[in-house]
């Protein structure tokens, strides 16, 4: 995945065409450029999207997070071809989805598994009848339809609910029934709606552990979109974060966590790390260092193998030097430990610490000083 | 009451059931289309077409203000046209389809556009063509409504029928005003309100009771 491939092929003095195109080869997902926009009141043009590069990769697990408004929607939707570009391509296994149309455009929906925040699920039909759709109207046999959509039940864990209705139904029933029919006409890509944000934290976790699932075993390619670090954390492999329209950060989810450079980025961990400050500290919290004695507040990410290293502990031993811990947390991105901690030493050996945290792989960040 | 108006009566109403029955038949087989047209050929929609919705949309609104006894006489030339005579209940049948079409026109949109636009978006996202989506997934979800749309249909077709008894149609409307009006045999006149009654309560509590039986959005209608 590329941030900003227009900058990298500055560097390499390639044509940015060209980077986009190499972007998206070999690709399960490729936006190119892309872009777009509408007429606002007034003969203004609102632009949803900006020059969005993104190159999704075949088994990748990519998680696309964005506050409401952000454009992330537009952007999931262009995939299977419910909204078009006014610029650029968006491509599905090389196929140009943005400018396919009729039967073609329907070809390609049919390899496009979608799921929804509101389930979407016909109240008329039951679970079984729900899951034969996409089958229905791909023109298979009924008795293909039968046994597919008995397996598909079997599948996502609704084994004797075939045939209750989905009034009938949980929540996280009916995201399974979801996931079920759209798994239906066996996809390459699945897109996900904000298809947690309806469930309790409980469920929201079994029906992540369902397309994690499904991700290892189908080999399928899972593009989401939610609000929620959460969800980025538990399920992604890789990452996107978006803002009016434009993609600020992208990259594997890992680095992401341990190296936010975007403020918005930082703004969303914020929600699921230890990042954020207590408020007493907060309050007091200076830009600069202030006369007379006072502390430095430091940020601290253990990454990889140094996240579980007694590191604190070894700066007191070797370098006498005292850290207090303010806030902090341990946490998995996938199977990787990290951990942030913010701590605050005596600023006259704040340089010293940090020096010494770096020189062991530890990332350090002055959030600023405290008398 | 004497014995020899019960033949009248039982004639009387079977007759009203036939041209209703007829009436709703075609009214239904050319109202669903054109509702389902209407419902989904808004620009940006399904079928979009703009132009021939405002048309048709215009049209359904011009039968529809035009008063139900006025439709009967001024349409005469076309009944005549269609079924050779204006008098007697296929007669009636013409002016009664006209009034029903655009009525269950109306009633087939509404029902079509309660059905929430997220199962529409999740077809188009299984590659459902528009037609499709029309018969698997808005007619399917739309059934409840359809059918109390078609429950109101009937009972207003009952009333209707009976108007045209006053122009040279036959049933229960043409036996209460030529007995009971005309010949002065308020009896016979009862006897038919208690009829019309009666048939109206039946349509609706079997209206209702298919409505139920297709509604599957709330557990208490599992119906089972």
């Avoid at chain 1, 934290?201 to 939610?226: F, M």
């Avoid at chain 1, 989810?253 to 914020?270: A, M």
């Avoid at chain 2, 038949?25 to 405002?54: D, H, Y």
Wanted: charged share 20%; net charge positive; hydrophobic share 50%.
């Amino acid at each position: 995945m590329t941030g900003n491939p227009a900058a990298d092929a500055a560097k390499a003095n390639v044509p940015a065409d060209a980077a986009k195109d190499k972007a998206a080869a070999g690709a399960a997902i490729g936006f190119a450029g892309v872009g777009k926009a509408f007429d606002g009141p007034g003969g203004t043009r609102v632009h949803a999207l900006a020059d969005v590069t993104l190159a999704v990769e075949p088994g990748a697990i990519c998680g696309i997070i964005g506050r409401s408004g952000a454009g992330k929607s537009t952007l999931l939707r262009m995939v299977n071809g419910l909204e078009r570009p006014t610029s650029g391509t968006v491509t599905v296994a090389g196929r140009d989805v943005g400018r396919a149309q009729g039967a073609a455009l329907r070809a390609i929906r049919r390899e496009v598994g979608m799921i929804f925040q509101h389930f979407n699920l016909l109240s008329s039909r039951t679970v079984a009848g729900n899951i034969a759709l996409p089958l229905e109207i791909a023109g298979e046999p009924a008795g293909a339809i039968r046994a597919r959509t008995a397996d598909l039940i079997a599948r996502v864990g609704l084994d004797g609910l075939a045939g209750r209705y989905p009034a009938e139904l949980s929540g996280g029933q009916k995201q399974r029934v979801g996931i079920a029919r759209a798994l239906a006409t066996s996809p390459r890509v699945l897109l996900s709606d904000e298809a947690t944000s309806a469930l309790d934290p409980e469920t929201t976790q079994t029906v992540l552990r369902l397309l994690a699932d499904i991700n290892r075993d189908l080999g399928l390619t899972i593009l989401l979109i939610t609000h929620e670090m959460a969800v980025v954390r538990d399920i992604a492999s890789h990452m996107a974060v978006i803002e009016a329209g434009r993609i600020v950060e992208s990259g594997p989810t890992y680095d992401i966590f341990t190296r936010p450079r975007h403020p918005t980025t930082r703004s969303f961990l914020g929600g699921v790390t230890g990042l954020t400050l207590p408020a007493f500290i907060a309050g007091r919290l200076l830009p600069a260092r202030p006369d007379g004695p006072s502390e430095e507040v430091i940020r601290v990410t253990f990454a990889g193998t140094h996240a579980t290293d007694p590191m604190l502990s070894r700066l007191a031993v070797e370098k006498g030097i005292a850290s207090n811990i303010l806030a902090g947390a341990i946490e998995e991105v996938g199977p990787h430990p990290f951990g942030n901690l913010l701590i605050s030493v005596d600023a006259d050996r704040g340089p010293e610490a940090r020096a010494y945290l770096e020189r062991h792989g530890l990332l350090t960040e002055v959030l600023g000083h405290v008398r | 009451m004497s014995a020899d108006l019960i033949p009248l009566l039982w004639e009387a109403t079977l007759q009203t059931l036939y041209m209703v029955a007829a009436s709703t038949i075609l009214g239904t087989a050319f109202g669903l289309p054109l509702g389902v047209f209407l419902a989904t050929s808004q620009r940006g929609e399904l079928l979009s077409a703009p132009w021939a919705n405002k048309v048709l949309g215009l049209v359904v609104n011009a039968t529809r203000s035009v008063p139900f006894i006025i439709l009967v006489v001024a349409i005469i030339p076309l009944t005549r046209a269609i079924v050779g005579t204006s008098i007697g209940t296929n007669a009636a049948i013409v002016p009664l389809t006209l009034a029903a079409i655009p009525f269950i026109a109306r009633l087939v949109e509404n029902a079509i556009r309660e059905v929430d636009a997220g199962l529409i978006e999740a077809a188009r996202a299984m590659g459902a063509t528009p037609f499709q989506i029309i018969a698997k997934v808005l007619l399917a979800e739309a059934r409840p409504g359809i059918a109390l749309g078609l429950t109101l249909a009937v009972v207003s077709l009952i009333g209707y029928s009976a108007m045209v008894g006053a122009v040279g149609g036959e049933g229960l409307g043409d036996l209460g005003i030529r007995y009971g009006y005309q010949r002065f045999m308020p009896e016979v006149m009862a006897a038919v309100v208690v009829v019309l009654i009666v048939l109206v309560q039946l349509v609706q509590s079997l209206g209702e009771r298919i409505a139920a039986r297709f509604d599957k959005r709330a557990p208490r209608n599992r119906g089972r």
